[in-house]
């Protein structure tokens, strides 16, 4: 019987999962560059991780106010007195969750092959060109004049574009879809992300009406009582 | 006991000083605008100076509903509109007095004024829009009647309204220049013979797709009347710089584009009636970035009138809030301050700006009084740094501004201006930290490539090293690892054939 703190110090020591998380972290590498080989045989090959996955979606909101901050004044001017990074963070967090639960709904009703667990980590997978190339161009941005601004916004955008068609194959991938098949999967997904979006705004107003009325119930009762 | 004496005679010390300190900044609000487009107190570049009522003036009848002011040199000519008449001040010994009161003149048919609304003089001439008698005088300065200007008889002038001509310029060559109310299409510009010469600088007409598609063939007939016709709107006010670019003023707009640029309710035209003011600042020339709507007072700055410095700033009128704002000739906005009320130096109904050197001079038709503001030691160190900027005097600006500096260290230009100096001097770390404080990539742009050349000029060698460790290390490293593969290489071979 192993104490409690045999254990956590075996989980933080244990080499074989260290290997593991490793490997599957070096596989997006193979991923990016070879995307249906790479996202077929992380799925369905059992290639990645959810740690792994995890790991890069992290690394991708920290590299967006990594950018925000470091990215030199020329080309992004932040109001350090009103900017709010958890915001930032969530504005990329949130979208990223309705996505995939959004598809991941989705391809169930279309015989889709993935499970939630599988469209989180290939859609994890997908997010890797961003912070490997907005990183370091954060850090050239700071040796660059105004007028070379061209470079930084090209390899912003192209991380950008990659990653858009990444995450077009991984769903190809992870579903067995044909590329039509895909194109209509993604269109329904935005359609469906914009319903919840709808749905969890009206309930969250519900919510906060319901609140109301019995707070203003309470304070009824308590102007009455006094 | 001693303590506590000491104490005293420090507080009644404080209490002595403290009340020039209050009463220096208690004589009005002013401000500015950061980048960001958020309000930064500042200390007021103008203090008022007089406060002229017909009682001060003596006068026997108040001013009533006074539109019009011009400035020639030290003389100032008000048209009393109500009154209908034009009252002429004189300023001289620091006193401003009446000298002249104009009501009639000699020569024509008509020979008073009805409700004058604008008058311009020039060395022999008055040109007075006399409104209501639908004409453009041209006086001698002995009061004779030289001729006018009248309705233009001309198809591109519309015949069913009524001419009514309300503000105007004349040029060096005694063109005139004039704003007719209702009229659209621009300035009305005459020949020095009195002949109507077409119109000048009508403002562009905007409309986005969505509206046209809508009016064209969406809406009925009844809806698309109501809807606003796509048209120039018309001028407010019209002025003349030292140059002899006209500034032109229109508060007809929709507010919602003007942030972005889409309108401009201040405008400078060249002789071809082209804009031609420059923006360059963080923030276009649209008066006030925030609105901060507060009771009555809502909306955005409707400029009413401009009036032009020598140095090329420019100091504009807002009717809103009865502010005005000062920009310099990039467009930079200098200061924000006035507002509405009943304290000297605030306005009811302000209706025209005038300058007299660096003296501003507001006439305000409700309160019926002329304020004269004159620059306290911040404006006056602005004006001084500005000039010795255009002077060619780099470092003395520099230095105006370090003063300006002093006494408002929000000031943005100072900054840039001292920035732009040491840029001069090749002191470029210096001048890019005063640029990053305030925002101005294009002079941080320009000195950091200077500063980056700079810097590998200096670390040349230093560079080179580094480029051949980073080549010579690894080749040094394969090849040492491979040397000794092969000798492994080797002792195994040999051990094997042992």
């Known amino acids: ?68 901050e470091f990215t030199t004044f020329q080309f992004i001017k932040v109001n350090l007195e009103r900017a709010n990074f958890l915001v930032e963070m969530l504005g990329i967090l949130l979208p990223f969750i309705i996505f995939v639960v959004t598809n991941w709904a989705l391809t169930t009703l279309f015989d889709g092959k993935g499970t939630l667990k599988d469209v989180w980590i290939a859609s994890a997978y997908a997010m890797t060109p961003y912070p490997l190339i907005v990183i370091p161009n954060t850090i050239l941005s700071n040796f660059l004049a105004e007028e070379e601004d061209t470079f930084n916004y090209f390899f912003h955008d192209f991380s950008l574009v990659w990653s858009a068609l990444l995450f077009i194959s991984a769903i190809m991938m992870v579903h067995a879809y044909s590329i039509g098949k895909t194109m209509i999967c993604i ?30 119930l309470y304070k009824e009762v308590i102007f009455r009582i006094y | 006991m001693k303590r506590l004496v000491v104490f005293m005679a420090l507080v009644l010390v404080l209490a002595a000083v403290s009340p020039a300190v209050v009463s220096q900044a208690d004589s009005g609000y002013s401000y500015n605008y950061d980048f960001w487009g958020e309000e930064i107190h500042a200390p007021n570049p103008y203090a008022v100076k007089k406060a002229l009522t017909h009682v001060e003036l003596g006068l026997d009848k108040k001013l009533s509903k006074a539109q019009g002011l011009f400035v020639k040199d030290n003389l100032i000519y008000i048209c009393d509109t109500g009154n209908n008449r034009i009252i002429v001040l004189e300023y001289a010994d620091e006193e401003y007095k009446v000298k002249e009161i104009i009501e009639s003149f000699e020569g024509a048919e008509i020979n008073t004024f009805s409700s004058p609304s604008d008058i311009f003089v020039t060395d022999e001439y008055y040109f007075i829009a006399d409104t209501e008698n639908n004409r453009i005088l041209k006086l001698t300065k002995d009061l004779k009647f030289v001729m006018d200007f009248t309705k233009p008889d001309d198809i591109n002038f519309d015949q069913s309204i009524t001419f009514l001509p309300s503000k105007l310029i004349v040029d060096g060559a005694e063109r005139v220049f004039c704003l007719v109310k209702r009229v659209n299409k621009g300035i009305v510009k005459y020949e020095n013979d009195g002949k109507f010469n077409g119109f000048v600088g009508a403002t562009p007409v905007t409309y986005d797709l969505f509206d046209y598609i809508w009016k064209t063939w969406i809406a009925s007939d009844a809806q698309a009347d109501a809807m606003s016709d796509f048209v120039p709107t018309e001028y407010d006010n019209i002025a003349v710089d030292h140059d002899g670019f006209m500034y032109v003023v229109t508060t007809n707009f929709y507010e919602g584009s003007l942030i972005d640029g889409s309108v401009d309710p201040v405008r400078k035209l060249n002789s071809l009636g082209n804009d031609i003011l420059i923006q360059n600042g963080d923030w276009v020339v649209v008066g006030d970035i925030n609105w901060n709507d507060q009771g009555v007072y809502t909306g955005s700055s409707r400029i009413i009138d401009v009036t032009a410095l020598d140095d090329g700033t420019y100091f504009a009128l807002d009717r809103t809030r009865g502010r005005i704002f000062g920009y310099d000739d990039q467009g930079n906005i200098l200061c924000c301050f006035g507002g509405n009320g009943n304290k000297d130096g605030y306005f009811r109904m302000p209706t025209a700006i005038e300058h007299m050197g660096h003296d501003l001079l507001v006439l305000d038709s409700q309160d019926a009084q002329l304020t004269i503001f004159t620059p306290t030691y911040y404006g006056k160190k602005i004006f001084s740094a500005i000039y010795e900027y255009q002077q060619g005097r780099y470092d003395k600006s520099a230095d105006e501004w370090r003063e300006v500096l002093m006494v408002n260290g929000n000031n943005e230009l100072a900054y840039k201006g001292i920035g732009r100096a040491l840029l001069r001097q090749n002191k470029y770390e210096e001048a890019m930290d005063y640029f990053k404080i305030k925002y ?59």
């Open chain 1, 1 to 68: 019987m192993k104490t409690k703190a045999r254990r956590i110090v075996d989980f933080f020591t244990n080499r074989a999962a260290y290997d593991r998380f490793f490997k599957s972290l070096r596989y997006a590498l193979y991923v990016i560059l070879h995307p249906f080989d790479g996202f077929w045989d992380l799925t369905h090959e059992k290639r990645g991780s959810l740690a792994a996955a995890n790991f890069i979606l992290i690394l991708s909101l920290l590299t967006c106010v990594f950018r925000l």
């Open chain 1, 187 to 216: 269109i329904f997904t935005f359609v469906g992300m914009a319903v919840v979006i709808f749905l969890l705004l009206l309930f969250f107003s519900l919510i906060s009406d319901a609140g109301a009325y019995f707070y203003s």
């Open chain 2, 440 to 498: 101005d990539d294009d002079n941080y742009g320009d000195a950091f490539q200077l500063y980056r050349k700079q810097w590998v000029e200096d670390h040349v060698v230093l560079i080179f090293i580094i480029i051949l460790l980073v080549l010579v290390v690894p080749l040094l490293i394969g090849r040492i690892k491979k040397v000794r593969w092969e000798v492994k290489a080797y002792e195994n071979e040999s051990k094997k054939n042992s």
